[in-house]
């Protein structure tokens, strides 16, 4: 294309363009209603040209949108702004949902721990205590075990002796009994 058809061309895409700007705004401030079709005619250009150029479009939405009186022109927010603050959304809504999730997590650890210790089956806060109390119960079993063993001793030797006094004494019974029974000056009958 010849640089002057193209520069040509760009003046009067130019020219609608300002004048569907144009038309827009003086919509809005007499107040008229807003439509597609009614901003192409008052700038005197095609439907198509509006539906060509999206940011054009955009603005005659806006308008449409936006109560009487203010100017949408001035008022329109960029694409790229919004794209920006849709993505900066979107990171906040991950951060969000990330501490969320950590911070339902601790919860859900600190209930457990709570509802552990408060069942009894946790582990008990003060374990140096309890240590201690099992070294000294773990003593004083050991000190009880041997008395209880010294004290097996001393009745097993206790029921021995008793048992070979009650022997002598059956022995003694025994031959007294026989020399009884035999008379006087008989030897006793051996058992």
């Known amino acids: 294309m010849i640089p002057a058809m193209r520069d040509g061309r760009q003046a009067g895409t130019d020219r609608r363009r300002q004048r569907v700007t144009d038309a827009i705004t003086n919509a809005v401030k007499n107040g008229t209603p807003i439509s597609v079709s009614g901003v192409a005619r008052q700038a005197g250009v095609d439907r198509t040209f509006l539906y060509r150029h999206r940011d054009l479009l955009a603005l005659v939405h806006a308008a449409e949108l936006q109560p009487a009186g203010q100017d949408p022109v001035g008022s329109l927010v960029s694409r790229a702004s919004l794209q920006a603050d849709l993505a900066n959304a979107q990171a906040r809504n991950t951060r969000l ?17 709570q509802a552990w210790k408060d069942s009894g089956l946790g582990v008990p806060a ?37 048992r070979d006094l009650t022997r002598a004494l059956d022995r003694t019974s025994a031959a007294r009994a026989v020399q009884e029974h035999s008379g006087p000056g008989q030897e006793p009958a051996r058992p």
């Open 97 to 113: 949902t990330t501490r969320v999730q950590q911070l339902e997590k601790r919860l859900s650890q600190a209930l457990g721990e």
């Open 126 to 162: 003060d374990i140096d205590e309890l240590q201690r109390r099992i070294t000294r119960l773990e003593q004083e079993n050991i000190r009880l075990t041997a008395a209880l063993e010294e004290t097996g001793a001393d009745l097993d030797a206790a029921r021995a002796a008793n």
